[in-house]
């Protein structure tokens, strides 16, 4: 087999484009929102929430899981679902060292 383009980048780029990559869709983005507030909840909630159908829903948490931004525990006949507060703390400090990175290269406007 082939080198694959990933091959071609650092493993920090590739695990960060697979969690935004993750995150890219408003539906996503609207389950997390939901998390946030509810800290736990069965697909069930969700669908309740959001205008999408329960096939639809368990896809996107499915999308999210496979990343690791969600975690997903069995309770009863349901899957309680909860974020992965450790993924997301990483998240956020490699968004964060990109922003820092940012601030101090527009400081000597090269643009």
Same mark, same amino acid.
Not at 9 to 18: C, I, P, S
Not at 31 to 46: N, P, S, T, V
Not at 59 to 87: D, F, P, S, W
């Given at each position: ?17 697979t ?24 697909? @069930? ?30 309770? @009863? ?17 490699k ?17």
């Amino acid at each position: 087999m082939g080198i694959t383009k990933t091959d071609s980048f650092t493993e920090q780029q590739n695990e960060l484009a697979t969690l935004l990559k993750a995150m890219a869709h408003p539906a996503r983005i609207a389950i997390i929102e939901f998390l946030l507030k509810k800290d736990k909840c069965i697909c @069930g909630d969700i669908v309740d929430e959001l205008p999408l159908a329960q096939a639809t829903i368990s896809q996107h948490l499915k999308e999210l899981k496979n990343a690791n931004l969600i975690k997903g525990t069995i309770e @009863g006949t349901a899957i309680c679902y909860c974020l992965n507060q450790e993924v997301f703390s990483a998240l956020n400090d490699k968004i964060q060292l990109i922003t820092n990175q940012l601030i101090i290269k527009n400081s000597t406007k090269c643009c």
